[in-house]
């Protein structure tokens, strides 16, 4: 049984880069529609019980099904498609990877503090729990060049956009966020040499990510300033 896939988008959501990361690792035909996340079009609403994206449109012969949670559509990809397996074949190693997968979201948690405060005691706060939260993946990292070693998993999709937004971020203010955390650093380079990782966004990201930061009043860009 065949299965068509359509990915419910936004431009700049680490969320939905990480399951579009996880189709092209796998070479899988998939189409992508962006929508405006602050004008929700009711045919979304109706496919999505959280209101978020990204959502994946599964469409056989039995019919359509919306997946949502990015971590499920990943699993999914995962689970139904050839190509590079992204998940270890051991299920411990597995569960592990899927671990350190809810922790690469809740370091989106703070980034999304760090980036959208226009408070510079909240901005310091964030910026302190990152660097806590980084070094607890520079222990747990290997001799690379990704987080498991020569192979590229779910757990690099994951971590590829989260590293995405320090490309601007860099160019705003020196943060200090990745001083001590040589193994990170040099995970974050292979990262954005991948295909998959580079081409999971267009090329109007950083533009839309800035304007973005303008729209919060973001203290990152007074210290640019």
């Not at 049984?1 to 990915?7: H, I, P, Y």
């Not at 299920?91 to 999304?112: C, N, Q, T």
């Not at 070094?135 to 192979?151: C, D, K, S």
């Amino acid at each position: 049984m065949t299965a068509s896939l359509k990915l419910i988008s936004h431009k700049l959501c680490p969320y939905v880069q990480r399951a579009v990361i996880a189709l092209k690792e796998k070479g899988v035909p998939f189409e992508r529609i962006d929508i405006d996340l602050a004008n929700k079009p009711d045919w979304f609403l109706k496919l999505s019980p959280l209101g978020k994206v990204p959502v994946l449109v599964v469409t056989t012969d039995e019919g359509e099904v919306a997946l949502f949670e990015s971590n499920v559509i990943c699993e999914y990809i995962e689970e139904t498609q050839g190509g590079t397996r992204l998940h270890p074949a051991d299920a411990l190693k597995r569960a592990a990877h899927r671990a350190w997968m809810e922790f690469g979201s809740a370091i989106l948690g703070d980034l999304w503090g760090l980036e959208t405060t226009a408070d510079p005691a909240t901005f310091e706060s964030k910026r302190q729990a990152l660097v806590a939260k980084f070094a607890r993946v520079e222990a747990a990292l290997g001799t690379g060049p990704y987080f498991a070693g020569e192979a590229f998993s779910l757990v690099d999709a994951v971590f590829a956009p989260v590293f995405r937004y320090f490309d601007l971020f860099d160019e705003l203010t020196e943060h200090g966020i990745f001083r001590d955390v040589p193994k990170v650093r040099a995970w974050r380079t292979e990262l954005a040499k991948r295909p998959s990782v580079h081409t999971a966004v267009g090329a109007d990201y950083p533009q839309l990510l800035r304007a973005f930061l303008v729209r919060h009043d973001a203290h990152l860009l007074k210290l640019a300033a």
